[in-house]
């Protein structure tokens, strides 16, 4: 499969979804849907290994000409029209079967994707989540009457497994529903701190900006290697109408101040934003990719969907185009190889339509970016 069959197999499974077969629903592949039970994503490897997120919830799946069934030699995509896609799923059961010292599987920390770990140190209290509409794909959901944050000990036992059991290269942070004054340093820092004495791994966090742009050198500092500050959509109406909440208390204006003085700071590709397609017009996701690349910024595309735990004002988005589609995404790949981001040995987590590739970082590139920040940040006595 080439790249542009790829990329036309992964964005019509992205606005679509994929529904699960009747003789695997009786075979008893049961898989959460609700908010508080699981993750509605399901990860698959597509032909040669290259892995993808699908929508697997009922509702929004219901009219999908994709559907996963069960054959004799494992498992097929099946389309009304094609012929059958044989897929894998990803394999985690040894690592979320580890537990940690106080008895949490480490399955209800975090959520293996190739080579990288999705963490959620914070769970948001029950309003107040304020980037609630995105969801963030794969990050296991909180149970009823959970624990609101993981222990630092539990997080680092959690990177252990993965690191052991799963070969992950990279550890996402994912937080972006802690608003602080500067940008989640103090929060942050213990769990960073104790993770890069504990493994080699490279670490990336998504979080609301601090109010101050400076203090984005703050998480730098702290030893974080990539930074995601999500802008939504590059119309700020359109931004606020699919998370209200945020922007009541974060202008568009502070998301847009945050990553431009995180790419004067970080590596070359190390700070991303990411933008939901579907929610306003092409011609606007074109000039943020141009307006981004041209900051240093590299723009992950992603087709929006809404998933449970949104607000019910939420707009359902709209349904993209392929081809216009396909062709930004093409045009955007060509930006980029035009910079020293599409060669950056220090990426964040790609969880994306656009975005993402089968990059493993290595020992090397660890190594690479502690020099770097060993280099660039100077403490003043």
């Not at 500092?221 to 945020?246: F, K, M, N, Q, T």
């Amino acid at each position: 499969m080439d790249v542009a069959e790829l990329a036309r197999l992964r964005l019509d499974l992205a606005n679509q979804g994929v529904r699960l077969g009747d003789d695997l629903i009786a075979e008893g592949f049961a898989l959460a849907f609700g908010p508080d039970q699981g993750s509605e994503g399901l990860d698959l490897l597509l032909p040669g290994g290259w892995w993808t997120n699908v929508c697997i919830a009922p509702d929004y799946a219901r009219t999908s000409p994709w559907e996963l069934v069960a054959v004799d030699d494992g498992l097929v995509l099946r389309h009304r029209a094609r012929n059958d896609l044989p897929v894998e799923l990803a394999d985690t059961t040894r690592f979320r079967r580890q537990r940690t010292l106080s008895g949490i599987p480490c399955g209800d920390i975090g959520a293996v994707h190739g080579r990288w770990l999705v963490v959620a140190p914070f769970a948001p209290r029950e309003g107040l989540g304020l980037d609630r509409p995105r969801r963030f794909l794969g990050v296991p959901a909180q149970r009823l009457l959970g624990k609101g944050q993981w222990s630092v000990d539990e997080v680092v036992t959690c990177c252990e497994a993965a690191w052991r059991h799963a070969g992950i290269r990279l550890v996402h942070f994912e937080a972006g529903h802690v608003l602080r004054d500067d940008g989640g340093v103090e929060d942050l820092s213990p769990y960073i701190a104790a993770l890069r004495r504990a493994l080699p791994v490279l670490i990336s966090v998504n979080i609301l900006p601090p109010s101050q742009p400076a203090d984005v050198l703050g998480l730098y500092a702290a030893g974080c290697d990539a930074i995601s500050y999500h802008l939504l959509a590059w119309d700020e109406a359109s931004a606020a109408a699919v998370a209200p909440i945020r922007a009541r208390f974060v202008d568009h204006q502070r998301i847009l101040a945050a990553l431009d003085a995180a790419a004067r700071i970080y590596p070359p590709g190390a700070v991303s934003t990411d933008l939901l397609v579907g929610l306003e017009p092409l011609s606007h996701v074109e000039t943020a990719l141009e307006a981004l690349i041209a900051t240093g910024v590299v723009p992950n595309l992603a087709v929006f969907r809404p998933l449970p735990g949104a607000e019910e004002d939420a707009p359902h988005g709209e349904l993209v185009p392929t081809e216009p589609l396909l062709a930004l995404m093409e045009s955007r790949l060509a930006q980029l190889r035009a910079t020293p981001m599409w060669r950056s040995r220090v990426r964040g987590f790609p969880r994306t339509l656009a975005g993402f590739d089968r990059y493993s970082p290595s020992r090397g590139d660890r190594w690479y970016a502690g020099l770097r920040r060993r280099l660039r940040v100077v403490e003043v006595v």
